[in-house]
């Protein structure tokens, strides 16, 4: 069964980190773009970040550029958001996304998890 699984989210402090896994099982993640997508309460669904399949470029949103970085441990089947300098605006619902092009558009990903909640607050 192809699955994705998001794990990593939380309640942290404005300034704080966390660090978000997508986990893959039923595919190997090294033939697929990653994206990695957030929706906030009452808010369309944005692109975060992406890291392509061919050689590893990694693409982020200007609102986390700086802040988050993307990779992935074929290895564990598995890519990682490191999320730094946490702000109240990320706070959102994290997704991953599995495709077969490095996109900003969501209808160019084949799968996706369930996603993660990321709450940013005091």
């Known amino acids: 069964q192809v699955q994705l699984v998001e794990s990593g989210g939380g309640l942290v402090q404005p300034g704080g980190s966390l660090r978000l896994s997508c986990a893959a099982s039923g595919f190997t993640l090294d033939y697929y773009a990653i994206g990695w997508f957030r929706q906030a309460p009452g808010r369309e669904r944005e692109g975060v970040s992406i890291?392509?399949?061919?050689?590893?470029?990694?693409y982020y949103a200007d609102s986390v550029k700086g802040r988050f970085t993307i990779s992935r441990d074929n290895a564990k089947n598995t890519v990682y958001l490191q999320m730094n300098s946490l702000r109240p605006e990320d706070t959102a619902v994290y997704y991953c996304?599995?495709?077969?092009?490095?996109?900003?558009?969501?209808?160019?990903?084949?799968?996706w998890g369930q996603g993660t909640q990321v709450t940013v607050s005091e």
């Open positions: 890291i392509s399949s061919s050689d590893g470029s990694t």
């Open positions: 996304a599995a495709g077969g092009f490095s996109s900003w558009f969501e209808d160019e990903y084949d799968y």
